[in-house]
T-cell receptor, first 114, second 117 residues
Framework: AQSVTQPDIHITVSEGASLELRCNYS??????LFWYVQSPGQGLQLLLKYFSGDTLVQGIKGFEAEFKRSQSSFNLRKPSVHWSDAAEYFC????????????FGGGTRVLVKP | SAVISQKPSRDICQRGTSLTIQCQVDSQVTMMFWYRQQPGQSLTLIATANQGSEATYESGFVIDKFPISRPNLTFSTLTVSNMSPEDSSIYLC??????????????FGPGTRLTVT
């Protein structure tokens, strides 16, 4: 069975500072990996995904993530955070062998200080 | 990406009643999913809804409590039956795209916020 761990429940960053959100997954084969963002009162928006190929993937809103197979990680980064990045971020794993069903991590809530 | 709408966006219901949530997509999709997000929690998959077949439920979810319909490739409903306060959650539908490099990519509706009193 696949599982996802986001070790940080809350992160507070200053506006303009860099941000890194951690995600570790457990799955036997190479999974599909996703990062979603949920702003207050909103649905989930797909930030970026990894299926195969280049392990550094670029997403929307200036986010990027790096897949590290040896560490079973898919950490999300942004060089300079904007106040509008305050939201809940979810890492998710899917696999074709599992019918592409997504398993979500517990989420990391990001607060941005002015 | 798809445009996905859900109705209602929110509701307050009495315990013991049922609520049907609708999910409409602006294009035909094969795979649709229903998730529950309990207050302050992550998303948990309830079931997979494929057109023309019975929904497939995840462990801990049963058809009698969460009956699902999928009459065509753009629409699905989830009913929360005989509600209790523990059913207070956000319910989200999602659709999956399967086109070349977009295999397995899911897009989510805005969610239905349900409060049971």
């Amino acid at each position: 069975a696949q599982s996802v761990t986001q070790p940080d429940i809350h992160i507070t960053v200053s506006e303009g500072a860099s941000l890194e959100l951690r995600c570790n997954y457990s799955y036997g084969a190479t999974p599909y990996l996703f990062w979603y963002v949920q702003s207050p009162g909103q649905g989930l928006q797909l930030l970026l995904k990894y299926f195969s190929g280049d392990t550094l993937v670029q997403g929307i809103k200036g986010f990027e993530a790096e897949f590290k197979r040896s560490q079973s990680s898919f950490n999300l980064r942004k060089p300079s955070v904007h106040w509008s990045d305050a939201a809940e971020y979810f890492c998710a794993v899917g696999a074709e062998a599992a019918g592409n069903k997504l398993t979500f991590g517990g989420g990391t809530r990001v607060l941005v200080k002015p | 990406s798809a445009v996905i709408s859900q109705k209602p966006s929110r509701d307050i219901c009495q315990r013991g009643t049922s609520l049907t949530i609708q999910c409409q997509v602006d294009s035909q999709v094969t795979m649709m999913f229903w998730y529950r997000q309990q207050p302050g929690q992550s998303l948990t998959l309830i079931a997979t809804a494929n057109q023309g077949s019975e929904a497939t439920y995840e462990s801990g979810f049963v058809i009698d409590k969460f009956p699902i319909s999928r009459p065509n490739l753009t629409f699905s409903t989830l009913t929360v039956s005989n509600m209790s306060p523990e059913d207070s959650s956000i319910y989200l539908c999602s659709v999956e795209y399967r086109h070349k490099d977009r295999v397995g990519e899911q897009y989510f509706g805005p969610g239905t916020r349900l409060t049971v009193t």
